[in-house]
């Protein structure tokens, strides 16, 4: 399986960050080659290097800049989601302050192909330092002439809420908000930031585009999977000798990527489950690792990919404790919008943790699974969804677990 | 940005380079109020947090109302609706600082520090938080003091970090 470091092959560098070492390193020439193509070319050759979103939802990316539509002769708005938040994640960070240049020049080619003139890019408040990164190289993107000559990017700081990374909730906090999402349709595209077309994309995806640009979408698609090209960037944490973000195909198998990448279990100890794609996504247990990781395989399996963010549990992790830790972020972080995520995610947590307490009542897994099962898909956005994910599998996969906690279970 | 300023504010106005900083914001975005989260923080770091009177006069800058200026406020977890202390000590408490340990952090803290979560010690020193997911789980457990990341945490790392904030 290939370990080919495209977004990540200048992290050894400790001048990475700069648009010198960006250009010395080829930096720039997808945007060159960008400027003599027609949008729409732009456009087909992200389609045909089949790339997916990589800030959770895995939706095509081209598809999606296809979608402003055509005629429109207002302000199209490109929004950068740099709030990065789901729990086991980490990559944006390391690209925002080690190649933060790389952005720019997918915003740059992004913006070109939706015709937008004025981006912003939403970082999350607790970033400061990946913040001031990337501040300096929108300085220096500005100072080399490639920003405010058709583009201009704005540099837009969040205030701590999870809810944020969804994108209409994003666009309402930009918007001068609290963040609550809001109802699709009408999409983003059609009527996003400030009332105008907006396109939301997260860090990483637009951080491959200028590589596709320059490399071509054959290459790109060829690196992946049938329905999704390129690498990626999986966050690995948990229970494993190496955490860390590892970049690879999204072909290579959850147990290569624990096994082969990131060292195995902590310890030499026995895996007992793992999350594949961030705090949101169903759990796996030890004997459903052989899947691949790409958007569609893990979709098959069950889960998702969600944002690549995998968190391994060896055998000494208790299930119901992380499943209670899992509700109280999701209780902590629902807007309040909609009825049945405000109330069912609070509850829920309470459940949880009277289990872990030992004070669970007989019927508690069934109520929560309940509970979970009946709101999921009524609510605004996936938010809810992203809960029930985690409720659900835990339980169903760890029902002994939970039941040893419950007196008279 | 680096500390929370806990000079006693006794006027709440931004001063006349301020009011420029807010205009250039303002003209930033498609509509003046996108400027509002930048403003506010703006406001925190001037006044050292967001009291009610901030709220009001975040307001008349925006020509908004000061309640959809509270609710703005309160959304968030980042604006300090009390004075905090004069550091901020949040730990991740999330899945993978918990597998990694937080549990035994926080409980470290506490003892150091004599407070809950969610107190500010009696000299106002220190606030002491805990958070949900910060994005540095392969460095967990870990928190933000301030603006730093402090990363792999451990009890001896912990005192350390106490030892330095004044």
Request: aromatic fraction near 8%; proline fraction near 5%; include cysteine.
């Amino acid at each position: 399986m290939s370990g080919e470091a495209i977004l990540t092959r200048n992290f050894g560098r400790s001048d990475s960050h700069t648009i010198r070492a960006y250009v010395e390193t080829g930096g720039y020439q997808g945007w060159r080659k960008a400027q003599a193509m027609e949008p729409t070319a732009i456009i087909d050759e992200v389609k045909r290097a089949n790339l997916r979103g990589l800030g959770g939802a895995g939706f095509p990316t081209g598809t999606k800049w296809s979608f402003i539509p055509k005629n429109h002769t207002g302000p199209v708005y490109l929004v950068i989601n740099a709030d990065e938040g789901e729990p086991g994640t980490f990559k944006d960070r390391y690209l925002l302050e080690r190649d933060p240049h790389a952005l720019i020049e997918g915003m740059l080619i992004a913006a070109r192909a939706i015709n937008s003139a004025t981006a912003f890019v939403y970082i999350r408040g607790e970033y400061v330092e990946p913040w001031r990164r990337f501040s300096t190289a929108v300085r220096e993107a500005y100072e080399a002439g490639h920003l405010g000559r058709g583009l201009d990017i704005v540099v837009h700081r969040g205030a701590g809420a999870y809810i944020c990374g969804e994108e209409t909730g994003l666009i309402s906090s930009l918007e001068g908000k609290k963040g609550w999402p809001k109802l699709k349709p009408p999409f983003p595209a059609i009527k996003g930031a400030f009332g105008a077309p907006t396109i939301v994309n997260n860090v990483e995806t637009l951080s491959h585009v200028p590589h596709i640009i320059n490399r071509g979408a054959a290459w790109f698609a060829g690196l992946g999977t049938k329905t999704q090209g390129g690498t990626r960037m999986y966050s690995v944490s948990g229970r494993v000798a190496r955490p860390a973000v590892y970049e690879t195909s999204v072909g290579i198998t959850l147990r290569q990527l624990i096994y082969d990448r990131a060292g195995g279990v902590t310890g030499n100890g026995r895996l007992k489950a793992v999350v594949p794609g961030g705090s949101s996504a169903a759990i796996l247990t030890a004997d459903e690792i052989d899947v691949t990781m790409d958007v569609d395989g893990l979709k098959n399996a069950g889960t998702m990919a969600g944002s690549a963010g995998v968190i391994v549990m060896d055998e000494t992790v208790s299930i119901p404790e992380a499943l209670m830790v899992v509700a109280r972020f999701y209780a902590h972080e629902s807007c309040g919008q909609c009825t049945p995520c405000r109330e069912s995610t609070g509850w829920i947590y309470k459940m949880t943790r009277r289990i872990v307490e030992r004070r669970g009542q007989k019927d508690d897994l069934d109520t929560i699974l309940d509970v979970a099962k009946r709101g999921a898909g009524t609510t605004i956005c996936a938010f809810y969804d992203g809960a029930v994910g985690p409720y659900i599998s835990y339980i169903e996969k760890f029902r002994a677990e939970f039941e040893a906690l419950i007196p008279h279970a | 940005m680096s500390e929370r300023h806990n000079a006693p504010s006794t006027t709440i106005a931004f001063s006349e380079a301020q009011l420029v900083e807010v205009r250039r914001l303002q003209a930033l975005y498609p509509d003046a109020r996108g400027a509002l989260l930048p403003v506010l923080h703006m406001a925190q770091e001037t006044f050292g947090y967001i009291s009610l009177e901030a709220e009001e006069y975040v307001a008349t800058l925006f020509e908004l109302s000061p309640a959809h200026v509270h609710e703005v406020v309160t959304f968030y977890t980042l604006y300090f609706r009390e004075r905090p202390g004069r550091h901020v000590v949040a730990v991740c408490h999330n899945l993978s600082c918990h597998l990694a340990g937080a549990p035994g952090i926080i409980a470290h803290l506490k003892q150091r520090l004599g407070i809950e979560p969610g107190e500010t010690t009696e000299d106002g020193r220190v606030t002491f938080l805990t958070v949900e997911c910060l994005c540095a789980c392969e460095a967990a457990p870990m928190m933000q003091v301030d603006d730093r990341y402090e990363m792999n945490l451990t009890p001896a790392k912990l005192d350390q970090i106490l030892g330095g904030l004044a």
